[in-house]
Structures are given as C-alpha cells and as structure tokens.
C-alpha cells in the first residue's frame, strides 16, 4: 500500500511562484517514477512532468522553463517548483507514482493563479 500527500498549494498572483510537495511512504521510493499531474475543472487531468528513478525528467511543452521537478530519495519527496504562475495554470495538482502496474495518486492540492 502506497500513500502520497501533497501540500505547498494556494492563492498566488500572476507571475509568482509557488512550490509543491509531495511525501511518499508504504512503499520502496527509489525504483518509483513520480510525476505531477493538474486537472482543471470541465478539462482532462494532464501531465505535468515526471522524473524517473534516475531523475530523468519530461515536462509538458507549457511547462518547460517555468516549472521544474525534482526528488529527494532519502526524504521520500517529490517537489515541483512552479515559477511565472499564469492564471491558466489554476488547477488541482496531482501526485503520481508508478512502477511496475501499480499507479497510486495524491489527494491533491490546489493552486489558483489570480489577482
């Protein structure tokens, strides 16, 4: 059994930055590919970016340069900083782990970009 807890989201303004968390437990981190994931409301859950075990890194074109994800094997964590917020980047914020056929998702955390 795998549990991932998000936090770090919130209100921002246009431009700022933000930086989510994510805490994995129950399970052997190391070998997990994680990624983030966001969904807003009326459109489809997209991918966000990921990192695989040997911190190889893929973004969504709308997030290269602004957004950078990362993990800490000995913390458990998988962080994404989120930088030049744009109010359509407004959505929840999904944690995602993978290995094997096994897929586990956070809670969820949200982030509004506004004025």
């Given at each position: ?11 921002v ?15 052997i ?23 695989s ?63």
């Amino acid at each position: 059994q795998v549990q991932l807890v998000e936090s770090g989201g919130g209100l921002v303004q246009p431009g700022g930055s933000l930086r989510l968390s994510c805490v994995v437990s129950g399970s052997i981190f190391t070998f997990w590919t994680m990624g983030w994931y966001r969904q807003a409301p009326g459109k489809q859950r997209e991918l966000v970016a990921s990192i695989s075990p040997g911190r190889s890194t893929n973004y969504a074109d709308s997030m290269k340069g602004r957004f950078t994800i990362s993990r800490d094997n000995a913390k458990r964590t998988v962080d994404l900083q989120m930088n030049s917020l744009k109010p359509e980047d407004t959505a929840v914020y999904y944690c995602w782990g993978s290995r094997g056929s096994a897929n586990s998702w956070g809670q969820g955390t949200q982030v509004t970009v506004s004025s």
